[in-house]
């Protein structure tokens, strides 16, 4: 039973400032909590009111997003083990993962409350820099993990290892390990499949392989992926979700696993992801 609602917004967006009021009203109408973090507070005027994002987490039964995908992949990040589910509305660009619209926010909202509405799961992995023996830093990503560089002028040599056997070597300007999810993000730009978000895989699409042969693997996510490269004097970058860029050293090597949390998103019960590939990305289309 949904009893406590947080709310997570975009930064310093007017639409955000003219949803805001009228659902905290809204949800206050029908007895409910309502936490928010910093950016929402800061949308009505009530900056004293708000938690730290990771909270909000912590205090709902529920969380409401407004913003765009930017804005979920950001939130995904800092969840923790939190198995709350999350209704992404859409208040940004593309809004391929943040389909809701807020013409749908409110019927949405009575289908939840009235437990009609429907949960898709979705894979995050985990993507941790060995730095000799010791793990340097761990990193979550609900879209992907990418290993590129920073200069064009010279590729990169990677290695491909997947539970602990040795798979392929890749001269590219880069290596995508993405989830269902990612599979139309940088993925697909760079010639790898769409997925279907539930599907229990990982997709591994190399960019600009030298080579006809490099094509995308699709592996049960269940396998665990090590990368091992050498760059020589060109700064290599481990990118997650495209928001977070850690500079890599000579000799590093990438884990990457599935997460232990799935990110629950709430989705309309008529709307397929078909008709969002339709719709988002033309596919299909002529």
């Excluded at 495209?242 to 000579?250: D, K, S, T, Y």
């Excluded at 696993?257 to 008529?270: E, N, Q």
Aim: charged share 25%; proline share 6%; hydrophobic share 45%.
């Amino acid at each position: 039973m949904i009893r406590r609602v947080g709310i997570i917004s975009k930064p310093r967006k007017d639409d955000v400032r003219a949803v805001v009021p009228g659902l905290l009203d809204w949800l206050r109408a029908r007895q409910l909590e309502v936490c928010y973090d910093q950016e929402t507070a800061e949308c009505i005027s009530a900056g004293g009111a708000a938690v730290p994002r990771e909270e909000v987490f912590e205090r709902a039964d529920m969380v409401i997003l407004l913003g765009g995908d930017g804005t979920l992949l950001a939130a995904s990040r800092i969840m923790g083990d939190s198995a709350v589910p999350i209704l992404p509305v859409n208040i940004g660009g593309l809004g391929f993962l943040t389909s809701v619209t807020l013409d749908e926010l409110y019927p949405i909202l009575e289908q939840v409350l009235a437990g009609e509405h429907r949960i898709s799961e979705r894979v995050m992995l985990e993507a941790e820099v060995l730095r000799g023996k010791e793990v340097f830093g761990r990193y979550r990503a609900l879209n992907d993990a990418v290993l590129n560089k920073a200069a064009l002028a010279r590729i990169i040599d990677l290695e491909l290892h997947i539970e602990g056997g040795y798979v392929c070597s890749y001269k590219a300007d880069g290596l995508i390990v993405s989830t269902p999810t990612g599979s139309t993000a940088y993925s697909l730009a760079a010639g790898g499949p769409i997925v279907y978000p539930i599907v229990d895989a990982f997709i591994i699409t190399p960019i600009c392989p030298h080579s006809l042969t490099n094509r995308p693997l699709v592996i049960p996510d269940r396998m665990p992926i090590e990368i091992d490269f050498h760059a020589g004097d060109e700064t290599v970058y481990l990118t997650i979700d495209g928001q977070v860029g850690i500079e890599l050293r000579e000799g590093d090597r990438i884990r990457i696993k599935k997460a232990p949390t799935m990110l629950r998103l709430i989705r309309p019960m008529r709307k397929t992801y078909f008709q969002i590939l339709r719709n988002k990305l033309k596919w299909g289309g002529r």
